[in-house]
Nanobody, 114 residues
Framework: EVQLVESGGGLVQPGGSLRLSCGAS????????MSWVRQAPGQGLEWVSG??????WYGDCAKGRFTISRDNGENTLYLQMNSLKLEDTAVYYC?????????WGKGTLVTVSS
């Protein structure tokens, strides 16, 4: 059974940093591209970042501030978020694949507030 479990969310002040993690199981993690997607309160889903054999890819919301990485030995996906803004408040999900995301975690809440 494919499972994706996010962690690392929480309350942070504007300008602060957080690192999200996503533990993966039930499939050969190294063989798949992975994504981070977020949903702000009352908003739709927004693709944040993805990583594949070509490296990391970023949506406009993440460029210059967020860094995606992965540890294939630990089956874990990461998202380092710096210079956080109020508008980064959202539930952050990891998903398998970049195109045609087929499995999702339950998400971790990031709240940016002073």
């Amino acid at each position: 059974e494919v499972q994706l479990v996010e962690s690392g969310g929480g309350l942070v002040q504007p300008g602060g940093s957080l690192r999200l993690s996503c533990g993966a199981s039930g499939f050969t993690f190294r063989n798949y591209a992975m994504s981070w997607v977020r949903q702000a309160p009352g908003q739709g889903l927004e693709w944040v970042s993805g990583i594949d054999t070509g490296g990391g890819w970023y949506g406009d919301c993440a460029k210059g501030r967020f860094t995606i990485s992965r540890d294939n030995g630990e089956n874990t996906l990461y998202l380092q978020m710096n210079s956080l803004k109020l508008e980064d408040t959202a539930v952050y999900y990891c998903a398998r694949r970049i195109h045609g995301m087929d499995y999702w975690g339950k998400g971790t809440l990031v709240t940016v507030s002073s």
